[in-house]
């Protein structure tokens, strides 16, 4: 856990340009993706431009916690962990403009750093590993006004973004689907982004249970095969539960 007692002023007297919104910072191990597995870090920014209604950090994304840090003090915070592969995640830690300084300095502090984003928004920054999770039509939030769901269509597809993001970085694309209808728009999705490697497509059956999980594989597992991309399970579900700080 991010421990704010390392922070080098007192944060009520912070002005936040500079610094970015932590709600945790903990030990664990990498459950999705091509680094399944990896023991990590993970650093988890507060605030989203989107909400997708099965979003499972609502702590981040609907009601975000957590102060606010320099870049320099989130590095001491993993440096003391002593793990070498970090994870920027969120939330969208694309929001705050000191991600370019964070992601700086973790690189020049010698960590793997993968960062964990929607895609929709360009910083400056550096990483290892660009982990981009394009949301689908059917990813807009079911209980909520109707100007977040407009915003949230306004917002969720930039393919310029991510065929920036995919030029400039090893990538992962990483999509959540719920049913087959969104893995057919993910094959709609890939026409419309153009060229990418098909070994660097993940699809991510939804849900919060290994129970909903198992019954989503029968079906996403098999159309993984057929269409030649990675079925991603959600090891870390299996592996702790549905809980924080995993």
Not at 27 to 36: D, N, R, W, Y
Not at 141 to 146: F, G, L, V
Not at 228 to 235: D, L, N, S
Request: hydrophobic share 35%.
């Amino acid at each position: 856990m991010f421990d704010p007692q390392e922070a080098t002023k007192p944060r009520s007297s912070r002005q936040h340009q500079g610094l970015l919104r932590i709600c945790e910072l903990y030990a664990s191990v990498q459950g999705e993706g091509l680094l399944t597995g990896m023991p990590s870090t993970f650093v988890r920014t507060s605030g989203c431009n989107l909400r997708c209604w099965f979003c499972d950090t609502p702590f981040a994304s609907w009601k975000p916690e957590g102060d606010y840090y320099a870049p320099g003090e989130i590095v001491e915070q993993c440096q003391r962990l002593g793990i070498q592969h970090v994870v920027l995640t969120g939330g969208e830690p694309m929001l705050f403009g000191a991600i370019t300084e964070l992601t700086r300095q973790l690189l020049a502090a010698g960590f793997h750093l993968t960062i964990e984003t929607a895609g929709t928004m360009w910083r400056e920054v550096y990483c290892d590993l660009m982990s981009i999770s394009p949301k689908l039509p059917s990813s807009a939030p079911r209980q909520a006004s109707d100007t977040w769901i407009a915003a949230h269509h306004a917002r969720r597809q930039r393919l310029d973004v991510v065929r920036k993001m995919m030029e400039r970085f090893e990538y992962q694309l990483k999509f959540v689907v719920d049913c087959p209808s969104d893995a057919e728009e993910v094959l709609d999705y890939l026409h419309q982004l153009g060229r990418f490697d098909r070994h660097r497509v993940l699809m991510m059956p939804q849900g919060t249970s290994q129970a909903e999980l198992d019954r989503q594989a029968q079906w996403l597992l098999p159309w993984c095969q057929e269409h030649g991309v990675r079925f991603c399970p959600r090891a870390h579900i299996a592996w702790f539960g549905n809980r924080r700080q995993t």
